[in-house]
């Protein structure tokens, strides 16, 4: 009997992408943006199990954020085009109307968050770009004279997180460093700011909501502690009152209209625990059952009677889900691979550290392909996450299950620098991109190799954006391990890339990556092209024309240097993107691209 054919990468790639979510000011419905038609658009739906409908025809733009009015059927939001990230706001009315342009300003960056809208329904706030590229001012647009005004103009990098509960002050975040943000109450008739936190040292502090009378508002914040917390701030006074310190980061929070609920989610190792406590009876209602993987986009209803959110696991891919108050599990409210299209061998990863050189243990999710064995050893996949400061977590990747079909291996590790293991541990990453890290990866190339079940002749490397860095640093400067390679907007070159950053960033750059005049000789000993020469195996590159975070020239250097000796790079641009995709077309092929010469090479 002949063995079945292999799967196609398609039907893994058959899945919807879900982002944000939005009530309706009666809490039957809710908004959210998804690429259910090939682009990301506004959708909304009602809690009663009605199909979702399609709210926006976008083609070119991809809706990214929504806020919903509180008082009335309209929703604000945000799209940019073609992966720009110059994001320009858009009005819906009402379940019918086409949406209405608020901006049309190319190259200019409208910032806008969930509680954009003013308690009374009158007004938007948001933060801006035009004045100059690298300042984000404060405005705010009466609705329904479409008069804007600007606020705050103090050279900032502003965000404006949400109004004050009596609708006089807005509170806005601003990063003065790359781990530190601080917290103003801006108001809004004087147009004068007041610092609510002054505290000494880098300290990162983000907004959950305000108490009912705005007195004190619910932070989120790692001030004076190894993991990220949660306490109350006395607008007045300053003071901090604690109401949750685990030992590991609280990544997400949401408090309900009324501050009776919160909701609450525990980053454990990288995966997600949510639990929802009743402030008032001061006790935590049942921890509701949600898989392995990663929970998202807190969002209560008006009434404070259902939370929404996302759920993320590697066997049941993103997906909106509404739990009422009291139920033991969530019900969840769109499918996300498609009906017929959900493969039956979804591989759940396996935690395991690695220890390192200087006696510190890697985090990492092990994937084992269903039925390997040591005596038919496998291949495997060092795939590494980006940002630095982000977090592989145990979510679906459409690659990695086809990868595990074919027999390949996956190890995803949290090297230093990754969030979610305590700020000492993230902050091992700041002025060290291609130091400590490397050798992460050096340890997790031997951990591959000690296997029983991995061929260690059959090793790939691959990540995207700060991952694309790591592998191109793997491949040029650890080349002895792998057997190919694939780069997903990297940057190459770190002095090239430090001049090219979005203008707001390049404020923190210094302390996060180094200073191009006066680190010059050290960013390019750290920089993967000056290592171009030692790389042996075959790769290929990725790269989105519009990127702004990382630019295209990043992947052209390194495919002219490589070039140039006469090796054999492929180089796939998509000039209708960005950092990352927002068609779905791109995106499968691309990563039809990408899996299909990691199998080439590691399957010979």
């Known amino acids: 009997m002949t063995s079945p054919a292999p799967r196609p990468l398609d039907r893994y790639l058959a899945v919807r992408r879900f982002l944000e979510i939005s009530f309706s000011p009666d809490g039957s419905e809710i908004a959210f943006t998804a690429d259910i038609s090939g682009q990301w658009n506004v959708w909304r739906m009602r809690l009663d199990g009605s199909p979702p409908i399609q709210r926006t025809m976008f083609e070119e733009e991809a809706a990214r954020a929504i806020a919903w009015n509180p008082r009335r059927d309209e929703t604000v939001i945000a799209a940019d085009r073609h992966g720009t990230e110059d994001f320009q706001l858009y009005l819906l009315r009402g379940p019918d109307e086409w949406p209405e342009a608020l901006t049309n300003t190319p190259k200019v960056k409208h910032i806008l968050s969930s509680e954009a809208w003013s308690p009374d329904g009158r007004a938007i706030a948001f933060s801006s770009n035009g004045r100059k590229p690298e300042d984000f001012d404060v405005f705010v647009r009466d609705m329904a004279s479409g008069e804007t005004t600007r606020l705050l103009e103090d050279g900032r990098f502003n965000h404006v997180m949400r109004w004050t509960p009596d609708g006089r002050g807005l509170l806005v975040l601003y990063p003065s460093a790359s781990d530190d943000t601080e917290l103003e109450l801006l108001d809004v008739r004087t147009r004068e700011a007041r610092h609510l936190t002054p505290w000494p040292g880098n300290v990162q502090v983000a907004p959950v909501g305000f108490s009912a009378d705005g007195r004190r508002v619910l932070v989120v914040t790692d001030r004076d502690r190894e993991f990220v917390g949660l306490a109350w701030l006395d607008v007045a006074s300053g003071a901090l009152e604690w109401v949750e310190t685990p030992e590991h980061d609280i990544e997400d929070a949401a408090l ?12 454990v190792d990288g995966a997600s625990r949510l639990r929802i406590r009743d402030l008032r009876a001061g006790r935590d209602l049942a921890a509701p059952e949600v898989p392995l993987g990663a929970v998202a986009d807190l969002a209560w ?7 929404a959110f996302r759920v993320n696991a590697a066997t049941q891919p993103n997906t909106p889900h509404v739990l009422p108050v009291g139920a033991s599990a969530p019900r969840r409210l769109a499918a996300s691979l498609l009906p017929g299209f959900v493969p ?9 550290r690695i220890p390192s050189h200087d006696g510190r243990d890697v985090p990492a999710w092990l994937y084992k392909p269903p039925g390997a064995a040591p005596s038919a050893k496998c291949p495997a996949l060092l795939s590494i996450h980006g940002g630095p400061e982000a977090q592989e977590r145990p979510i679906y990747y459409p690659l990695y299950q086809w990868l595990l079909h074919l027999g390949i291996a996956i190890l995803a590790p949290n090297v230093r620098g990754s969030t979610g293991f305590g700020k000492s541990y993230r902050r091992l990453i700041h002025r060290d991109w291609g130091g400590g890290d490397l050798r992460d990866f050096a340890a997790c190339g031997e951990f591959l190799r000690r296997t029983p079940w991995v061929d260690p002749a059959r090793l790939g490397v691959f990540g995207g954006s700060y991952g694309g860095f790591a592998t191109l640093s793997c491949a040029t400067r650890l080349p ?25 960033w390049r ?18 000993e750290r920089s ?6 030692r790389l042996r195996c075959p790769i290929l590159i990725v790269q989105g024309a519009n990127d702004p975070r990382v630019a295209k020239a990043e992947s052209d250097q390194f495919v002219e240097r490589l070039r140039s000796r006469g090796v054999t790079v492929e180089y796939d641009v998509y000039d209708d993107e960005g950092h990352g995709f927002t068609k779905t077309g791109n995106q499968v092929r691309a990563w039809k691209r990408i899996g299909e010469f990691l199998v080439r090479h590691l399957r010979p």
């Open 256 to 267: 309900s209209h009324d501050g009776a609920l919160l909701a609450v989610v525990v980053n």
């Open 301 to 307: 209803d008006p009434a404070g009677k259902s939370l």
């Open 344 to 352: 039956p061998d979804l591989v759940a990863p396996e935690a395991v």
């Open 480 to 504: 002895e391990y792998w057997a190919c390679a694939v780069d997903v907007v990297g940057p190459s070159n770190l002095l090239t890339f430090l001049k090219s950053v979005p203008p707001a």
């Open 507 to 524: 404020r923190f750059m210094k302390d996060w990556v180094g200073d191009p005049e006066q680190d010059r000789d050290f960013l390019m």
């Open 528 to 533: 993967p092209i000056t290592y171009a020469d």
